[in-house]
Antibody, heavy 112, light 105 residues
Framework: QVQLVQSGAEVKKPGASVKVSCKAS????????INWVRQATGQGLEWMGW????????GSAQRFQGRLTMTRNTAITTAYMELSSLTSEDTAVYYC?????WGQGTRVTVSS | SSELTQPSSVSVSPGQTARISCSGD??????VRWFQQKAGQAPVLVIY???ERPSGIPERFSGSISGTTVTLTISGAQVDDEADYYC????????FGGGTKLTVL
């Protein structure tokens, strides 16, 4: 079955970067875009960006442009999301999203 | 506008029909997906391409579209359907609606 398994929780200081991985299995990794979505506690879902696993082309929401980097390693069917210049407002659960399934989420806490 | 607008909450009694709307100009050109998110869990896809239901999703979940409004209908809602529901359209910066909290009691 389709699985998206994300890396574990992270605690970062303001100004640092965080990199979250998303290991895909059970489907053709290169057949669908990977999207990244985040959710702060008690808030709604916020779309961050997408990546085409074949070409590596990406697109992101305007508010993340300049500090969001999405990459992939097709050999190990893994996508990565790196967010830089973190502030407390980036504290959230981050999800990767495949064709229909979601990863389990990665909690990122930004605190001094 | 690329904004998607949902009611913040909907409440029904068990066995009644729940309807959750999602409105936005972009919906005249883009397909909508609906996601169900129960407390503490990752979202689950319940409707795609406006009206299609993934395998494993109960038949009581259905989707419809009229102009720039799509509607998720849960016929004979169950207590287990209590969750937050989000519409999503792959366009622009604000791809998710604000979410609707469905209460079944």
């Amino acid at each position: 079955q389709v699985q998206l398994v994300q890396s574990g929780a992270e605690v970062k200081k303001p100004g640092a970067s965080v990199k979250v991985s998303c290991k895909a299995s059970g489907y053709n990794f290169t057949s669908n875009d990977i999207n990244w979505v985040r959710q702060a506690t008690g808030q709604g879902l916020e779309w961050m960006g997408w990546m085409n696993p074949i070409s590596g082309h990406t697109g992101s929401a305007q508010r993340f442009q300049g500090r969001l980097t999405m990459t992939r390693n097709t050999a190990i069917t893994t996508a990565y999301m790196e967010l830089s210049s973190l502030t407390s407002e980036d504290t959230a659960v981050y999800y990767c999203v495949g064709p229909a399934d979601w990863g389990q989420g990665t909690r990122v806490t930004v605190s001094s | 506008s690329s904004e998607l607008t949902q009611p913040s909450s909907v409440s029904v009694s068990p066995g009644q029909t729940a309807r959750i709307s999602c409105s936005g100009d972009i919906l005249a050109k883009k397909y909508v997906r609906w996601f169900q998110q129960k407390a503490g869990q990752a979202p689950v896809l319940v409707i795609y391409k406006d009206t299609e239901r993934p395998s494993g999703i109960p038949e009581r979940f259905s989707g419809s579209i009229s102009g720039t409004t799509v509607t998720l209908t849960i016929s004979g809602a169950q207590v287990d359907d209590e969750a937050d529901y989000y519409c999503y359209a792959a366009s622009g910066n604000n791809r998710f609606g604000g979410g609707t909290k469905l209460t079944v009691l």
